[in-house]
């Protein structure tokens, strides 16, 4: 069979062409010998006009001619450099974009074990020993080695101290499950934030006392009408003052104040204890977050829930917490909550 080179270029060759031409070229197939013009894509009068011109591969008697109607070639060659370095810049952007968040996930994760293991271990600790105090002062009673009636109070003293202490911790991660759950209901009425703190002072006397510390507590000469939860408010206080108590291991002294200021009724918890360093500070409030881990000179038990416990309950309460403190100098916790109208 034999191809005419004629036809074959203007009957199918030709189609191509102006397909891929689209109108943005002008296109001429001449005859090599003669210079006859044997198809054409557009206006053009001879070879001259074109920006390029070569001869067909599988036809070399025929030579084809290209230009562009619009543009030349060179500003279309670089209308497409600049397109596809445009094209690599944005994969380039999308690659680092998501190994960022992949490496943030990761970070994000791996520090959440770390505060997850360290809650785990804190608590497991916290746990293990009042268990194993409530255990040995039991048995020592349970076998009747004592025969002092002040030795064994003493040992029951320990006993119920521990189990309240055990209790404590329970309770503690309890209401945080609570709060975070938003299952925590709070039961308001109206009181007086003095008789608040008179009573829980009160209460831990004793404890201040038999822990060494020098205390005052100054009450506002009127009383400070709120409508709050008495227990959750309490639950507050506790939390604060035995922050106070457990951060103070060698000055040994707290302040404790109530007063009134812009419609707020207030009570303000302060110790001369470790302090808490600046740029710490609006991180205590966060879960699990404890400042203490890692200092050496001081390693002081907890869990890093109860300051975000306070700020649960001063949130329920449109009040507010403030805290004013220096390394090494000691800590003012306040915490406002609006009074009456
Ligand atoms: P926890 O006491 O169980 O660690 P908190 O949420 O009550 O958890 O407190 C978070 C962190 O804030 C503590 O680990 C401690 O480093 C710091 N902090 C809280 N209260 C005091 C305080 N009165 N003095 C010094 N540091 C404090």
């Keep these: 069979m034999e191809i005419d080179p004629r036809r074959f270029i203007t009957e199918l060759l030709g189609q191509k062409i102006q397909a891929t031409a689209e109108n943005r070229m002008n296109i001429g197939i001449f005859e090599n010998t003669t210079n006859r013009n044997i198809y054409r894509i557009g206006n053009f009068e001879n070879h001259s006009e074109f920006q390029a011109e070569k001869q067909l591969w599988l036809f070399p008697q025929f030579n084809i001619g290209i230009s562009l109607r619009d543009q030349d070639l060179a500003s279309l060659s670089k209308q497409k450099n600049r397109a596809m370095l445009y094209f690599i810049l944005v994969v380039d952007l999308f ?42 002062y039991a048995e020592t009673l349970e076998m009747n080695r004592l025969k002092s009636e002040d030795k064994k109070k003493e040992y029951y003293r320990v006993i119920f101290g521990e189990s ?64 709050a939860d008495f227990e959750a408010l309490s639950d507050a206080f506790i939390n604060l003052l035995d922050n106070s108590i457990k951060y103070s291991p060698v000055l040994k002294s707290i302040n404790v104040r109530t007063g009134i200021e812009g419609g707020f009724g207030f009570f303000e918890i302060a110790d001369k204890g470790i302090g808490i360093a600046r740029e710490h ?34 949130d329920a309460h449109q009040g507010k917490i403030e805290v004013s403190s220096k390394l090494n100098e000691g800590s003012v916790f306040r915490v406002l909550i609006p009074i009456n109208k």
């Excluded at 869990?303 to 309950?313: A, E, F, Q």
Aim: glycine share 4%; proline share 1%.
């Design 95 to 136: 690659f680092i974009a998501s190994a960022f968040l992949v490496f943030r996930t990761i970070r994000k994760e791996v520090r959440l074990a770390q505060i997850k293991s360290d809650f785990i271990s804190n608590v497991s600790h916290e746990i293990r020993t009042p268990l194993a105090l409530i255990s040995m």
């Design 164 to 227: 309240k202490r055990l209790s404590d911790i329970v309770n503690r991660i309890l209401n945080f499950s609570k709060l975070e759950s938003g299952k925590r209901t709070f039961n308001f009425s109206n009181f007086d934030l003095n008789e608040l703190v008179e009573k829980i002072m009160l209460s831990y006397e004793y404890h201040l006392n038999i822990k060494g510390f020098a205390y005052q507590v100054e009450l506002f000469q009127q009383s400070i009408l709120i409508h």
């Design 281 to 314: 500070h609006k991180l205590i409030f966060d879960k699990f977050f404890r400042v203490a881990k890692g200092n050496t000179a001081y390693m002081a038990k907890g869990t890093g829930l109860g300051l975000t416990i306070v700020k649960n309950i001063v």
